[in-house]
């Protein structure tokens, strides 16, 4: 059984970092792109960022270009977001998602985790 | 970026009825680069179909997709009590991926 677990959310204060990780178990992980989304609670969904299966390529929305920066351990099987100068408008729930290839160009995503809530607010 | 617009907001129907959910893009997306999701309360989203028409596995065939260039939609028929839920779709022709609002569908 495919699993994605994040952890590494919180509540953080505007212009700090936070760093968010990926668990991911029940599949062969070099065998996939993997993503962030985001989502505000209550609104709807956001892409952020993706990593190709030997990180490679990675991909950003202009909404975190130069701030936030995605990695992967394939020993480790993980997926971390390094995010740093954080915003209030970066608060959400952010979900580690599987794309079904290797390369991180744009596709669907086939497994999500359930989701780590980050709060950036004074 | 492409914006993806669904309608209705809500939909609200009962049990065994026939649910017509719409996703418009503001441009071409081909016939194959949409996917739709369902998401409950608290829960992530869940892959439903991809290619605008192909079900994800272990979709039931309730679940149907259709359409092509900037009109799409998702039918479920026979609605049953867990269909209950919020819908959205997403395009992934051209970078950066965008989703829809969402459409909620509730029970009447």
């Known amino acids: 059984e495919v699993q994605l677990v994040e952890s590494g959310g919180g509540l953080v204060q505007p212009g700090r970092s936070l760093r968010l990780s990926c668990a991911a178990s029940?599949?062969?992980?070099?065998?996939?792109?993997m993503h962030w989304v985001r989502q505000v609670p209550g609104k709807g969904l956001e892409w952020v960022s993706g990593?190709?299966?030997?990180?490679?390529?990675?991909g950003y929305a202009d909404s975190v270009k130069g701030r936030f920066t995605i990695s992967r351990d394939n020993a480790k099987n993980t997926v971390d977001l390094q995010m740093n100068s954080l915003r209030a408008e970066d608060t959400a729930l952010y979900y580690c998602?599987?794309?079904?290839?290797?390369?991180?160009?744009?596709?669907?995503?086939?497994?999500w985790g359930q989701g780590t809530l980050v709060t950036v607010s004074s | 970026e492409i914006v993806l617009t669904q309608s209705p907001g809500t939909l609200s129907l009962s049990p065994g009825d026939t649910a017509t959910l719409s996703c418009r893009a503001s441009?071409?997306?081909?016939?194959?680069?949409l996917a739709w999701y369902q998401q409950k309360p608290g829960q992530a989203p869940s892959l439903l179909i991809y290619?605008?028409?192909i079900r994800a596995t272990g979709i039931p065939d309730r679940f149907s997709g259709s359409g092509s260039g900037t009109d799409f939609t998702l039918t479920i028929s026979r609605l049953e009590p867990e269909d209950f839920a919020v819908y959205c779709c997403?395009?992934?022709?051209?970078?950066?991926?965008?989703f829809g609002q969402g459409t909620r569908l509730e029970i009447k």
């Open positions: 029940g599949f062969t992980f070099d065998d996939y792109a």
């Open positions: 290619g605008a028409s």
């Open positions: 997403q395009q992934y022709v051209s970078s950066p991926i965008t």
């Open positions: 998602a599987r794309g079904p290839v290797v390369s991180v160009r744009p596709m669907w995503f086939d497994n």
């Open positions: 990593i190709s299966w030997n990180s490679g390529s990675t």
């Open positions: 441009q071409s997306v081909s016939s194959r680069y």
